[in-house]
């Protein structure tokens, strides 16, 4: 018996394709069941980046919108803040994974976990989200980038800044495990690991490997 196709949505909540396209890039190669697919969506109209509370909050209905007007199997925010994972779980039978909440549980089951953000307006809202879950005793520190989003798409200059923030993670706040905490840094996870020696999760892979276990079982709430 042929086994039906269960689709991953992953929307980019912000308008650049090119971040969508980073996302993507860093998923290639990810295990899956065979009959798991992944669909990346962009958000128009929304900001170019999202560096603020106010961005967030911008995002979080019309991401819903999107979701409720893309039928999939399940959904993925894919941004750290996770903008607007309450409303979607409230409103979507369906799981419903942000990337920030399913990046800090894997770390937590590794160790310490440092978090590299873009910037330090970012840190705040970081720890809301650690406390909300619970896992404040997990975190290690979380130190800025200080770079642009889009400057995330330079490879080199990323990856320079990445090694040194997270160097400076693992030897001054003893973390034992990296979040790279945003979605466009993943393509270079394993550059990093390589480098650093630690493990570092990328939290686009961390939530659709989620998502892809709670297609696996039978998924019946919203506690993803």
């Not at 369906?94 to 089951?109: H, K, L, M, N």
């Amino acid at each position: 018996m042929e086994e039906v196709l269960k689709t991953i949505l992953i929307l980019n909540p912000n308008s650049s394709v090119a971040v969508t396209e980073q996302m993507e890039n860093g998923c290639a190669g990810i295990s899956l069941p065979p009959n798991h697919r992944l669909s990346f969506n962009t958000l128009a109209g929304a900001p170019a980046g999202i560096a603020t509370q106010r961005d967030v909050e911008t995002v979080a209905i019309p991401a819903c919108d999107h979701f409720l007007a893309h039928p999939a199997s399940a959904y993925v925010i894919g941004c750290f803040s996770d903008p607007g994972i309450i409303l979607c779980r409230e409103e979507i039978s369906e799981p419903v994974v942000g990337i920030g909440e399913a990046a800090y549980r894997e770390a937590s089951q590794i160790g310490r976990f440092g978090v590299v953000s873009i910037g330090s307006g970012s840190i705040s809202r970081h720890a809301r989200a650690i406390d909300a879950l619970g896992l404040r005793y997990c975190l290690a520190g979380d130190r800025p980038l200080d770079l642009a989003v889009l400057e995330l798409l330079e490879p080199e200059k990323a990856i320079a800044r990445i090694i040194e923030v997270g160097r400076s993670l693992i030897d001054l706040d003893g973390a034992q495990v990296l979040i790279l905490g945003c979605a466009t840094m993943g393509v270079y996870r394993r550059r990093i690991e390589s480098a650093l020696a630690v493990p570092v999760i990328d939290p686009v892979r961390a939530a659709v490997l989620r998502a892809s276990t709670l297609l696996s079982v039978d998924y019946g709430g919203h506690c993803a």
